[in-house]
T-cell receptor, first 112, second 113 residues
């Protein structure tokens, strides 16, 4: 069973639109959730984290968490061509030891 | 801005050879990780490390892999006898706590021939 699942995409949106990225996780013990951005050939870069149910906003980004549904989402408002990248959802699990597990990522294309 | 640095950026090796990948985490971070990403595939967890001990390891992290923090600044990943399928980008990451806010290095690309 995959621990973090994402639609691989690609998701294509026009410039200025809202991009909506989704993720589900299987382990109810997961405690914190993250969105990383990965440009082609580069390392992942943290853009948002969320620990509590509800919404969290940071600039053009809004992360949403629903622990009952085991669902995490990321909204990108006013999408720009520079947002074109792969977005990785990740969950952190602390159970004795600790680990952060990544989904396979959703490729986003923002068309100018 | 503090950053995680990794060396080498690219290493080519023959199958069966030993490889050591090096990482210098952010200086005040205490939690360290290695991940691998095969070309076109997902970022896969290998191991987490804290207080000079492995905290968690994945099923990928078998006996051919080991990690070490030899001198209080470097964090190394050793692959004892490389296989063709070990060819991948290896990312080191560090964090100030164990909540998962990871800072990644630029990666070391390993090519096994």
């Amino acid at each position: 069973q995959k621990e973090v699942e994402q639609n691989s995409g690609p998701l294509s949106v026009p410039e200025g639109a809202i991009a909506s990225l989704n993720c589900t996780y299987s382990d109810r013990g997961s405690q914190s959730f993250f969105w990383y951005r990965q440009y082609s050939g580069k390392s992942p870069e943290l853009i948002m984290f969320i620990y509590s149910n509800g919404d969290k906003e940071d600039g053009r980004f809004t992360a949403q968490l629903n622990k009952a549904s085991q669902y995490v989402s990321l909204l990108i408002r006013d999408s720009q061509p520079s947002d074109s990248a792969t977005y990785l959802c990740a969950s952190n699990l602390i159970r004795g030891g600790f680990k952060t597990i990544f989904g396979a990522g959703t490729r986003l294309f923002v068309k100018a | 801005e503090p950053e995680v640095t990794q060396t080498p950026s690219h290493q080519v090796t023959q199958m069966g050879q030993e490889v050591i990948l090096r990482c210098v985490p952010i200086s005040n971070h205490l939690y360290f990780y290695w991940y691998r990403q095969i070309l076109g595939q997902k970022v896969e967890f290998l191991v987490s490390f804290y207080n000079n001990e492995i905290s968690e390891k994945s099923e990928i992290f078998d006996d051919q892999f080991s990690v070490e923090r030899p001198d209080g600044s470097n964090f190394t990943l050793k692959i004892r006898s490389t296989k063709l399928e070990d060819s991948a980008m290896y990312f080191c990451a560090s964090s100030a706590d164990n909540t998962g806010e990871l800072f990644f290095g630029e990666g070391s690309r390993l090519t096994v021939l």
